[in-house]
């Protein structure tokens, strides 16, 4: 029984360049939603022909639902809405998620790739883990692999695909468009994308097999802002201690709490920043 986890996430989705493609709620917004579930749709079909038994979405930009479940694959099912433990992968915690596809990811903040960004969409200009540069997706890799669940599809921008190399080199990985500029790419039609996703995913559930779970290691996560009131903010979190103007830094036993941890400092950063000044 092989079983895939997609955490799906809008930005690196087909055709998407702008901020009001991927923000709930605008016309862009609702013209955009049909070709991130195409992708996600694209994956779906690619995993069941590569041999999966079972598919779970995960939804995992902004307000967690974005993919039109009418339209989505009957064969898979879909986790959707906010709140969740494990937010961008949840469900992986419970064991028995083969191999995870990460689906419309992105660079991270202080990055070149369109839309770039780690969590919010500003304020931060970079988050560390042990001293590396952390997409979203290299964050996500440690969590999952506490589980013992392989990367196994990355789609996105060009550069994305390069920063997947760096923590699943083995994982195919589909660039649906190329880095122009943070709000421009060149960009290939959902057609073309959807069948380099399927075919990648196909592939990809090869490689979706449990491994030993990573060992445990206390890591040190630094996060960088914009302004310095936001790093006062951040140490309202227990453990969180400021280490510069503008940068904090926590340690984490497991990646678990050290992404919990990540979700609390950004959440209380979110709502420290002011309209005009940030």
């Not at 862009?28 to 070709?35: I, K, M, S, T």
Request: proline fraction near 4%; charged fraction near 20%; glycine fraction near 10%.
């Amino acid at each position: 029984m092989t079983r895939i986890l997609i955490s799906a996430d809008m930005e690196g989705a087909t055709g998407v360049t702008w901020p009001a493609d991927c923000l709930p709620g605008t016309p862009e917004w609702e013209r955009f939603r049909p070709l991130f579930t195409s992708d996600v749709n694209a994956a779906i079909a690619g995993f069941f022909d590569g041999g999966a038994d079972e598919v779970l979405v995960n939804e995992a930009h902004m307000s967690m639902r974005n993919l039109l479940l009418e339209q989505l694959d009957d064969r898979a099912r879909m986790l959707t809405g906010r709140h969740k433990a494990l937010s961008m992968v949840e469900g992986v915690q419970h064991g028995d998620i083969d191999g995870i596809a990460f689906v419309g990811y992105h660079t991270g903040a202080g990055d070149e790739g369109v839309l770039a960004h780690t969590y919010l969409g500003n304020s931060l200009t970079g988050v560390f883990v042990d001293g590396v540069r952390a997409s979203e997706g290299l964050l996500n890799s440690l969590v999952v692999a506490e589980y013992g669940t392989p990367v196994v599809l990355v789609t996105g921008d060009d550069r994305t695909c390069a920063d997947a190399r760096g923590y699943a080199p083995d994982a195919p990985a589909v660039a649906v468009k190329e880095y122009v500029s943070r709000y421009a790419a060149v960009c290939r039609t959902p057609a073309r994308t959807a069948a380099d996703i399927r075919a990648a995913a196909a592939r990809g559930a090869a490689l979706a097999v449990r491994h030993e779970p990573a060992a445990l290691a206390t890591r040190t996560i630094e996060i960088e802002f914009d302004a310095e009131h936001l790093a006062g903010a951040a140490t309202i979190v227990p453990g969180v201690e400021q280490t510069g103007p503008r940068r904090v830094a926590y340690e984490a036993p497991t990646m678990y709490e050290g992404i919990r941890c990540f979700k609390a400092v950004t959440t209380l950063v979110s709502a420290a920043v002011e309209e005009w000044y940030g």
